[in-house]
């Protein structure tokens, strides 16, 4: 973040999308919180996009996973021989 909001907190939310702007590298949040995320790679502040990316959850055992590309609206994920719960439901940018 630049300019006025670098040093303000601000809701940090599951499934947020950061891209650097050199290599092409992604991050996802996988658990959302408060604070001052400023994520940085090659050596440049990483930019904030508007795509959400889906967070499924296990109802058995707790695992959860995130879709970073290729999704598709058939996307089905199954965990403990029981179909995973959409917690975050992704957004295309």
């Known amino acids: 973040m630049t300019g006025e909001n670098a040093s303000k907190d601000f809701p940090i939310k599951?499934?947020?999308v950061y891209v650097c702007r050199i290599c092409g590298a992604e991050l996802s949040v996988i658990k959302g919180?408060?604070?001052?995320?400023a994520?940085?790679?090659c050596n440049a502040a990483m930019t904030l996009?508007?795509?959400?990316?889906?967070?499924?959850?296990?109802?058995v055992c707790g695992s959860e996973i995130t879709v970073i590309s290729g999704f598709s609206g058939s996307f089905s994920p199954v965990c403990c021989n029981t179909a995973m719960l959409v917690k975050v439901f992704g957004k295309a940018a």
């Open 33 to 37: 919180g408060h604070g001052r995320l």
């Open 39 to 41: 994520p940085v790679c």
């Open 49 to 59: 996009v508007a795509r959400i990316n889906s967070i499924y959850a296990c109802p």
């Open 14 to 16: 599951a499934g947020m």
